[in-house]
Nanobody
Framework: QVQLVESGGGLVQVGGSLRLSCAASGSAFTFDSMGWYRQAPGKQRELVATITSDDTTNYADSVKGRFTISRDNAKNTVYLQMSSLKPEDTAVYYC????????WGQGTQVTVSS
């Protein structure tokens, strides 16, 4: 059974940085795509960034130039380096992986305080 476990969330001040990690277990195959989504209170879940198995990336306009997604296929792990954080980045961040179907992690809270 595939499980995604996120780590690295927390409280940070405006302009600070955080690095999220998501380790996938239970699959002997490389995921076609892995990524991060986020959901702020009262809002719908939205895409933050995705990365395919050949390292093609896609970012939401709101995070371009500030966030960097990367992955280690050997470890089935995806990372999200977040810099120049803003209060509007506050949300629960969810890891996502795609291999025939979608898998989701439980989420990790990121809070940016001003």
């Amino acid at each position: 059974q595939v499980q995604l476990v996120e780590s690295g969330g927390g409280l940070v001040q405006v302009g600070g940085s955080l690095r999220l990690s998501c380790a996938a277990s239970g699959s002997a195959f490389t995921f076609d795509s892995m990524g991060w989504y986020r959901q702020a209170p009262g809002k719908q879940r939205e895409l933050v960034a995705t990365i395919t198995s050949d390292d093609t990336t896609n970012y939401a306009d709101s995070v371009k130039g500030r966030f960097t997604i990367s992955r280690d296929n050997a470890k089935n792990t995806v990372y999200l380096q977040m810099s120049s954080l803003k209060p509007e980045d506050t949300a629960v961040y969810y890891c996502n992986a795609l291999l025939a179907r979608e898998y989701w992690g439980q989420g990790t809270q990121v809070t940016v305080s001003s």
